[in-house]
């Protein structure tokens, strides 16, 4: 993301509803657009997570802020303004910090030595896709690299996958115990086509930031879920004797 836009940027006209304010400058930092009217007492400050849509006709930048208020403003560096605003705005949230089994060590399971790896397993598509989505700029982009249908798929592969490691050959065993992590992973299948449909209208509806907000947040719930369910799953695979 550039630091351009850290730097005071200057402003020919500024309107904020029906109040012109005259010439300004403009600084943008992650949370925040701070606007500096010459001769005024105090800056105005206008916080990232109300600005609902971005639109530019040349010259003019106009922000519709979820109170219905209009800002506009007028200067040659709008386009690249409206850039930065956007990027902002749409910054992927943070996915993991707050988890309580990714990555965690809390303990070894007693028949099982490969529970990192399991672990590691039923994360992968997701994290992968997160690495994805940091390496495109593209909205739209972002929001396909967590495509639900391929995440769900790869879910389910890996799901398959741990339970052939422990029963190698095909069989009602390992068939039983597919339909019991499949059953325990429901709730993730679950959040996984509303992070779909979620994804649909914030790309239908591209220019306006509110349907980006309600994707990111079924993203993090997503993976909010995909950790409460490892858990469940950690416990039913800790079950199966024999293990790989």
């Known amino acids: 993301m550039t630091e351009r836009s850290r730097v005071p940027i200057t402003i020919d006209a500024t309107q904020v509803g029906r109040t012109d304010l005259g010439p300004s400058s403009v600084t943008l930092d992650d949370d925040a657009l701070t606007i500096v009217v010459r001769g005024a007492e105090a800056p105005t400050q206008i916080a990232l997570a109300v600005i609902d849509e971005l639109s530019l006709v040349d010259t003019h930048l106009e922000l519709r802020l979820g109170d219905g208020t209009r800002v506009v403003f007028v200067s040659p560096a709008s386009p690249e303004l409206r850039e ?12 993991t910090r707050t988890l309580r089994a990714f990555g965690s060590r809390r303990r070894q399971r007693g028949r099982q030595s490969s529970a990192a790896s399991d672990q590691q397993r039923f994360f992968a598509p997701l994290i992968d896709a997160r690495r ?10 972002t929001i396909h ?35 019991e992590l499949m059953d325990l992973s429901e709730p ?14 914030a790309t239908e509806h591209i220019d306006d930031l509110r349907y980006w907000r309600a994707w990111a947040a079924q993203l993090r719930t997503t993976f909010e879920v995909a ?15 024999g293990g790989a």
């Open 84 to 95: 930065d605003i956007a990027a902002r705005c749409r910054a992927l949230p943070e996915l």
């Open 227 to 241: 950790d409460r369910v490892w858990l469940t799953l950690d416990a039913s695979l800790d079950q199966v004797p």
């Open 132 to 141: 994805n989505a940091l390496s495109v700029s593209a909205p739209d982009a």
């Open 188 to 201: 993730l299948s679950d959040a996984l086509a509303a992070l779909g449909d979620a994804a649909t209208q």
């Open 145 to 179: 690299a967590f495509d639900a249908r391929r995440l769900t798929a790869a879910v389910i592969a890996a799901l398959r996958a741990l339970a052939s490691d422990r029963f190698a050959e095909p069989g009602p065993e390992r068939r039983a115990l597919e339909a």
